[in-house]
């Protein structure tokens, strides 16, 4: 079956723009996350989803960071006014109901703000 | 504050040998632990897992396990092979929320 798929797969923008990164989970799964890795770390949490709504968004660094997930499939991750220190690997994972541990990750979108 | 710590930034091994990650952790209240391995520009692929409650999982080539009286766990991986060279990333979870990543471990199979 298809996996988690993020788009776009790479995206460069300038200093103080808005961005926005998609992700499509695996289908019926009911949770969803987003992580950010840097070079030579491993991901960082940034938001969960449980349904439509935001369980935990204790990761956000800060308020340009917001995402939604309005009908329980689809997220969509917002970063206004970018800066360069927000370059990263933005990833993308998703988890079927039932409580299950394991998160099955998308390929990731490389954010490049110049 | 890192709470998931891989010590060894790379390992080398011989094509056939065991091959050992580490992992150490810090806080007590983690219920599962997850391996994660990674290939350049793809996503994390989950690997195998192991609860709390336990000290031993074997998955075919693969077996973690956990030491909760040292906060330590290790991946061993026997025979190693070519195609396991990759990234591993160890993750902890309280419940089923977020998952805690360490640095990783870059594992390079040589024939």
């Known amino acids: 079956g298809a996996g988690v798929s993020q788009t776009p797969s790479n995206k460069v923008t300038e200093k103080g723009k808005y961005v926005e990164l998609r992700c499509d989970p695996i289908s019926g799964h009911t949770a969803l996350y987003w992580y950010r890795q840097s070079l030579g770390q491993g991901p960082e949490f940034l938001i969960y989803f449980q349904g439509t709504g935001a369980a935990d968004d204790s990761g956000l660094p800060n308020d340009r960071f917001f995402a939604v997930r309005p009908e329980g499939s689809v997220s969509t991750l917002k970063i206004q006014r970018t800066e360069r220190g927000d370059s990263a690997v933005y990833l993308c994972a998703s988890s079927p109901a039932g409580g299950s541990y394991e998160q099955y990750f998308g390929p990731g979108t490389r954010l490049t703000v110049t | 504050d890192q709470q998931v710590k891989q010590n060894s930034p790379s390992l080398s091994v011989q094509e056939g040998r065991i091959s050992i990650l580490n992992c150490d952790y810090t806080n007590s209240m983690f219920d599962y632990f997850l391996w994660y391995k990674k290939y350049p520009a793809e996503g994390p692929t989950f690997l195998i897992s192991?609860?709390?409650?336990?000290d031993k999982n074997e998955d075919g080539r693969f077996t973690v396990f956990l030491n909760k009286s040292a906060k330590h766990l290790s991946l061993h991986i026997v025979p190693s092979q070519p195609g396991d060279s990759a990234v591993y990333f160890c993750a902890a979870a309280i419940n089923t929320d977020k998952l805690i990543f360490g640095t990783g471990t870059r594992l390079q199979v040589f024939p």
């Open positions: 192991i609860s709390s409650i336990k």
